[in-house]
């Protein structure tokens, strides 16, 4: 079990600046979710965290001591690949029994420890299988199995749930989650799917272009994204974004664009009391955030239905703003009326879950 | 329909396989009979078998030639590989500067022809005073296998995911007991497969050998050439030599068969 730290990491693909200075910690059992587009640097990091990818610059703490002049077998991190890395020739057992030969466990505590393992994952019966005669879900418990046996400080895991299908993906998630919380091992784990970083991560890393866009948990990174990249990762279907100008118009503080103009209401006033009249913004709202009428009522916007996409519980809606495509999602209960493409009906903004950017720097403002 | 196509496949397979072995078959039968059933016309399928010239084969300076033969060519092979997997390894894991011209260079020593260098070799080797002896020839077999062997090797290793030797190295293996204990094993078919032409290439070399050696080295191959004398042809001694020295390739390719097929299919591993 340990902390990690990484202090100024830097790495270099050739010409392309894969990774640029990050700063993070990882503290005690705390699972820590590397989020991003591919090409973000997320893999990258989770390379030099492993050792086999030698930082440009910085290093890397594991309990405080520095981590990035070892060999990778010397640091005692444990990781599970994207494809499972299993070798073909060697059966479940002897995937178990590997890792423990370098690290000279006696021959009955290997014994003690593969059925340990084989109890935790539920195993017994394909300890004598070869991995090509496993299925998908089975493989990739002989991967963290074979990973966890040695006891590792700190455990990656590589995008592990990208060669399941939807449904053993869900389940597969919740296992991963459990067993990290039982075992309360430190790790890094790195995804491109923002619903498996909500459901699994104590703590959000989101990557782009190499840099960190924001630390948080998963809650604050949904709520308060520090930018528009964050804001339009997080979240299915993403964020609406409404580029607009704000004016203040004797008591009212209003956002306007040529097709809509919404006066501010509540708290969004006050968050927005220090910016400047004219500011160029971004609106930002969630789909969940947008309420759908039938009838007109203070504060809504007359929009036409452009696509209805019926989902179990929920209805997307595309809805035409002047030139602007939004995407509504609500629950069908909420729904008063039945809606149809070409409608005419009135979206209300929810203002407390509104964000403010800057069109320029895209940070967000308010 | 589909039955037919299928005892259309087979037949054809037949076909072709015995046009293959009918030769072999010849050769086989030719070592079983004396010299005026031989040379009957029309030929004679059934006789009765002799084993005269086998036992002339063995009186013969033929058992030894074979003998060096089976030395050079398993030396040869056994150097090959060592090197051959271990340079393919470097290759095919490492950035090495200039790696493309290097392989080249390696590839292009295959196809020097063995005359051009006939006589240079015979220079040098006279000068190190190690004609007819097996270092020679072992050393002069490595030449070409080692490339063969860098080259089918190389390509074997880049099948193999990088993750697997990840994998190993962070359970603490280091670089050589990745390369012995996850790469070697998962070239399987690839070592079977350099390993039969290695043999195959050193055991029928004639132009080199027959250069190099006069007698203590001599190989079987310049031993069967010398089978033809001023008395004419022994064909039947030439034939039951022939049998002997077809013996050790067989029984290696029967013992790695299951690995050749894959080899030669170049390794599809899952």
């Known amino acids: 079990m340990a902390r990690l730290e990484l202090e100024q990491l830097d790495c270099w693909y050739g010409k392309t600046h894969a990774v640029d200075c990050i700063n993070l910690v990882v503290e005690d059992g705390e699972l820590c979710v590397l989020l991003g587009p591919s090409g973000c640097g997320k893999t990258s990091t989770l390379r030099m965290i492993a050792g086999f990818v030698q930082p440009a610059g910085g290093e890397i703490y594991l309990d405080g001591q520095p981590i990035s002049h070892l060999y990778p077998g010397d640091r005692n991190i444990a990781m599970v690949f994207q494809s499972y890395a299993l070798y073909p020739h060697k059966t479940v057992r002897e995937h178990f029994v590997f890792p423990l030969i370098p690290a000279k466990i006696p021959g009955p505590e290997i014994e003690e420890r593969v059925k340990e393992m084989a109890d935790f994952l539920d195993m017994h019966d394909l300890l004598d299988r070869y991995p090509s005669e496993l299925s998908a879900g089975q493989q990739q418990r002989v991967a963290i199995g074979r990973a966890l046996i040695r006891r590792p400080r700190l455990f990656l895991l590589d995008e592990p749930l990208n060669n399941l299908d939807e449904h053993l993906r869900v389940e597969m998630r919740a296992n991963l989650r459990r067993m990290q919380q039982d075992l309360k091992i430190t790790t890094v784990y790195v995804t491109h799917d923002q619903v498996e970083a909500q459901a699994l991560g104590d703590k959000i890393v989101v990557m782009d272009m190499g840099h960190i866009r924001q630390i948080g948990s998963p809650q604050e990174v949904y709520l308060y994204p520090n930018d528009l990249f964050v804001a339009g990762f997080i979240g299915t279907p993403p964020m609406n974004f409404i580029p607009c100008r704000l004016e203040r118009m004797e008591s009212q503080v209003v956002l306007h664009n040529s097709h809509f103009s919404l006066p501010l209401r509540g708290n969004l006033v006050a968050r927005t009391a220090s910016l400047p009249d004219g500011q160029e913004l971004i609106l930002g709202v969630r789909p969940e955030h947008l309420r759908v009428r039938s009838q007109p009522a203070e504060g809504t916007m007359p929009v036409e239905i452009y696509v209805l996409e019926p989902q179990s519980n929920e209805l997307i809606l595309d809805l035409k703003l002047g030139d602007l495509l939004i995407k509504a999602r609500n629950d069908k209960r909420e729904f008063d009326f039945r809606p149809e493409v070409g409608q005419q009906v009135w979206v209300e903004f929810l203002q407390d879950y509104v964000h403010l950017f800057d069109k320029g720097t895209e940070q967000r403002l308010a | 329909m589909k039955i037919l196509k299928r005892i259309l496949g087979i037949g054809l397979a037949l076909f072709v396989a015995a046009l293959f072995l009918f030769p072999l078959l010849w050769v086989v039968l030719a070592s079983f009979k004396t010299k005026l059933e031989l040379l009957a016309v029309p030929p004679v399928f059934i006789f009765k078998p002799t084993l ?3 036992i002339n084969a063995f009186r013969s300076d033929f058992p030894m030639q074979v003998r060096n033969s089976l030395i050079i060519a398993a030396s040869s092979t056994v150097i090959s590989i060592i090197l051959g997997s271990l340079t393919a390894y470097g290759f095919s894991r490492y950035s090495i500067k200039s790696s493309d011209f290097l392989q080249f260079w390696i590839l292009s020593l295959r196809m020097l022809p063995a005359i051009a260098v006939v006589v240079p070799f015979y220079l040098v080797f006279r000068a190190l005073k190690l004609l007819d002896t097996h270092i020679a020839l072992i050393l002069v077999y490595c030449l070409t296998n080692i490339s063969f062997a860098v080259w089918v090797m190389k390509g074997f290793f880049d099948e193999i995911p990088l993750e697997l030797e990840e994998a190993a190295m962070l359970d603490g293996y280091s670089p050589p007991q990745v390369f012995l204990r ?12 350099t390993t039969i032409f290695c043999l195959i290439q050193s055991l029928n ?14 190989t079987a191959p310049v031993g069967l050439s010398k089978v033809q004398t001023l008395m004419g042809v022994d064909w039947g001694l030439l034939s039951a ?3 002997i020295f077809m013996i050790p390739i067989i029984i290696f390719t029967i013992i790695v068969r299951n690995e050749l097929v894959r080899g030669m299919s170049f390794g599809r591993m899952k």
């Open chain 2, 52 to 54: 005269q010239n086998y």
């Open chain 2, 182 to 193: 996850v790469a070697l094993p998962l070239a399987r078919a690839g070592l079977a497969t």
């Open chain 2, 205 to 218: 070399e004639f132009l080199l050998a027959v250069s190099l050696t006069t007698r203590v080295a001599e």
């Open chain 2, 241 to 243: 030599a022939s049998v």
